[in-house]
């Protein structure tokens, strides 16, 4: 998708800090409630990539029964954990990159925990967990965001959707980037509720295929309708732009982040609330 402002451009703190003050009023203020197990966390998100909440979900649950300890995780014959997580997708992969964490801490100081973690400075952190097969910036983030309590901001493809459309990203900015791009500009009392917010706006309003502009809480300071308008109405007006580049544009392609933490109560199930259901509504 095209960013909507200049290549160096940069998010203005000042907009920034009022858009998500509206989108509070329209979703609420979630609670942020750390579940304290960044081991957890990151075995969660990993099987969280490249599938619904719901099959990861299922994946973390069926791995949590057959191997209650990380050691018994560890210890299990690879093709016998794929099998296991399979519901996931990917589960060779997935369970490749799961045991080489748990061997890697393993090697270190003997410890299958990463409780440590959320008594690091933040780059320190991030700069630890960097250092695991198949985390990136997302990865790292939601476990700093999700089970550290450090004010780290995870960037999915609603989130990079939604901010572009409001040109808050540069020219071309990727996901990966905007995580760089985007967290400096947000207050970090209001990480998570920008976080869990844009994901809700970027379902139910700004959707993909048709974002509903005339119902969008930050429709005043968008810039996206007279965009559209201009590059792809041909003398259309706005509301013929959009439906016509909804028709046009793909999807955004799976939500990717993992969404540990329900939004209204305590997590529910267990350490990461992996019940099933979308962890940004209350039950």
């Not at 940069?10 to 081991?39: C, F, N, S």
């Not at 990151?42 to 050691?71: C, G, K």
């Not at 997935?94 to 008594?119: E, M, N, P, T, Y």
């Not at 502009?213 to 590059?231: D, G, I, K, T």
Request: aromatic share 4%.
């Amino acid at each position: 998708m095209r960013a909507i402002v200049s290549p160096d451009a940069t998010p203005d703190t000042t907009r920034l800090e009022a858009m998500i003050k509206k989108l509070e009023r329209a979703y609420g203020v979630p609670r942020w409630q750390p579940t304290h197990d960044p081991l957890g966390e990151l075995i969660a998100t990993i099987l969280s990539q490249n599938t619904s909440d719901v099959n990861s979900d299922r994946a973390y649950a069926a791995l949590r029964t057959a191997y209650p300890t990380w050691e018994a995780a560890l210890q299990a014959a690879p093709d016998r954990l794929a099998a296991v997580i399979c519901s996931g997708g990917l589960a060779t992969l997935k369970s490749q990159r799961i045991q080489a964490i748990l061997r890697a801490l393993k090697a270190g100081d003997g410890g299958l925990s990463l409780d440590f973690l959320r008594h690091m400075p933040m780059p320190a952190a991030r700069a630890f967990l960097a250092e695991f097969p198949g985390v990136g910036p997302k990865t790292i983030a939601c476990v700093l965001l999700f089970a550290c309590g450090h004010p780290a901001f995870p960037v999915d493809t609603h989130i990079h959707r939604v901010t572009t459309r409001l040109g808050l990203l540069p020219a071309r900015c990727t996901a990966e980037r905007a995580h760089t791009v985007l967290e400096p500009g947000i207050p970090p009392h209001k990480v998570y509720s920008a976080h869990v917010n844009l994901i809700r706006h970027g379902r139910s309003v700004c959707q993909a295929r048709r974002p509903d502009c005339q119902r969008c809480c930050l429709r005043r300071s968008c810039p996206y309708p007279q965009h559209l308008a201009r590059s792809h109405a041909g003398g259309e007006g706005t509301s013929q732009a959009l439906a016509a580049v909804s028709r046009q544009q793909e999807g955004a392609g799976r939500d990717m982040s993992p969404q540990r933490v329900i939004s209204s109560g305590t997590p529910q199930g267990g350490p990461l609330g992996w019940d099933g259901h979308d962890r940004y509504e209350p039950h």
